[in-house]
């Protein structure tokens, strides 16, 4: 079963806008990461936060993380056209290493 | 430096046939690990490895086989197709880290089995 649920599923914004994106989680986790995937091609990494990290930047994505309620949200900021994409959070386990997906957010930004 | 590479791109199986899915890293990286993906469904991992000679199973691993032969390889191995068994497949590395580092993707194999 999937560790993270995302939501929203689908997300359709104006360019220069922002999109938030907000991931749940079920067990304790080492951290978690977001990753983008355009049509058709594989994932690439954008950020990893650690579990005793609240919130980290980079460029204009923001991602915050809350243990307590075991949810994480990532913002992206004046939003572009090319930021369509689909995102995913991960979780990572105490191990550090294997992964698990939530379903994803599919993200349109309209020019 | 290449990252991952996956080959093929694209395969089309009859139902029992077989084959193996590539997948190469020249990143010297000890963790791989070999994912699903189904519309609606996002990644789903079916085996990983923590370095050569080391495997294990993930959450969907019935129909599949792996091995870590070195380090750069970690083919998966399709033992009889199914047609429940079209998705696209996607290989992952990473370095081993305590509090986690970040995946490197191929990008991809588009598998249908009819």
């Known amino acids: 079963s999937q560790q993270g649920e995302e939501d929203p599923q689908a997300l359709s914004i104006q360019e220069g806008e922002n999109a938030t994106m907000n991931c749940s989680y079920k067990?304790?986790?080492?951290?978690l990461q977001w990753y983008r995937q355009n049509s058709g091609r594989g994932l690439v990494h954008l950020i990893l936060?650690?579990?005793?990290?609240r919130e980290k930047h980079s460029g204009r994505l923001r991602v915050t993380l809350d243990t307590s309620k075991k949810s994480s949200s990532l913002l992206i900021t004046a939003s572009r056209a090319a930021d369509t994409a689909s995102y995913f959070c991960?979780?990572?386990?105490?191990?550090?290493?294997?992964?698990?997906f939530g379903e994803g957010t599919q993200l349109t930004v309209n020019p | 430096n290449a990252g991952v590479t996956q080959t093929p791109k694209f395969q089309v199986l009859k139902t029992g046939q077989s084959m193996t899915l590539q997948c190469a890293q020249d990143?010297?990286?000890?963790?791989m690990s070999w994912y699903r993906q189904d519309p609606g469904m996002g990644l789903r991992l079916i085996h990983y490895?923590?370095?050569?000679?080391?495997?294990d199973q993930g959450e969907v691993p019935n129909g599949y086989n792996v091995s870590r032969s070195t380090t750069e390889d970690f083919p998966l191995r399709l033992l009889s197709a199914a047609p429940s068994q079209t998705s696209v497949y996607f290989c992952?590395?990473?370095?081993?880290?305590?509090?986690?580092?970040?995946?490197?993707f191929g990008q991809g194999t588009r598998l249908t089995v009819v």
């Open positions: 490895s923590v370095g050569a000679g080391i495997t």
């Open positions: 067990t304790s986790i080492n951290n």
């Open positions: 992952a590395s990473s370095r081993q880290g305590a509090r986690g580092t970040e995946a490197f």
């Open positions: 990143m010297n990286h000890e963790y």
């Open positions: 991960a979780t990572g386990e105490t191990s550090g290493s294997r992964l698990t």
């Open positions: 936060i650690r579990s005793n990290e």
